[in-house]
């Protein structure tokens, strides 16, 4: 059984409201009835209706019991105009712009509570979801910077959680400071224990492994690691750390000096930035056949999340999945 096929049978009800941007897309249409069949959300589509039904009909589809808005002669429209405008000082017409564009609406939707959460991205590029979710949703409390994760499904791989590893951040942030990265390690390991239910073990990657290179890189996540430590006390987090010194035992027992509840057994991988990170994830799912989850945004006051312009059907009812189990925290 898959890993969303297992997080579906979480779910009890598709009480969660899920708003899709692009409705206009074949592939969202698609994913949405599927999401709807299958009991895992209810999706609210957004575009010309007469533009969407065209579309479905074609695909021999029925969404008469999807909701679809066109945000352009939404009745709420103008409501969302003037209280943006209103809490933001934002000039009326300048507001009315943004929010009728199918990505300002839907993020506006989740900020109102009239949609739980937003994902997009099939025909928008990623900074231009990230932009709007922060001008709009904005960011949860004491969260500088949005951040992603992965998780992977990797054959032949068997850690702490059997098959399973997630990674961050592979898809938004190019340098973290030391700052950032403790960003990125508590969000991650927050959502991680949210949708898996696993105790987060997060092992903050480097060159460097308690001290055996000095340089300003390895420093860089050691004052991360001291950051976490002071934020979220109870957070079981261990760098800085080699990869072999993360996730494989017989390593961590030659290299950290001491008892740590993470080397070796570390189930989330923090990488120092985004070379390595984007490297690290491609290099798995390219060479060792990983099976990929995301990538799932975080960091938002509200669920928000993006997918690839290549996304599949199943790459997107996996995500709506996901966003499903961890439900409206962010």
Partial sequence: MSLIDQLAKKIKSASMKIVFPEGEEIKIIQAAN???EKGIATPILLGSAERIM???AQADINLSKLCIIDPSTSSQLDRYTDIYSQE??????AAHKILQANLGFGAMMVKMGDADAMIGGISHPTDEVIMISQLIIGMAEGISIPSSFMVFDIPGYQGEEGNLLVMADPAINPEPTSEELADIAISTAKNVHAILDWEPRVAMLSF????????PLADKVIRAVEIIHDREPSLLVDGELQLDAAIVPEVAKRKVKGESKVAGRANILIFPDLNSANIGCKLIQRLAKAEAYGTILQGFALPVSDLSRGATIEDIFGVATILAVRGKSA
Avoid at 88 to 93: A, N, S, V
Avoid at 208 to 215: E, F, I, L, N, W
């Fill in 34 to 36: 599927l999401i709807y």
């Fill in 54 to 56: 065209s579309l479905a």
């Fill in 88 to 93: 933001r000082e934002f000039p009326r017409k």
């Fill in 208 to 215: 460097s492994t308690h001290g055996s290179a000095t340089h």
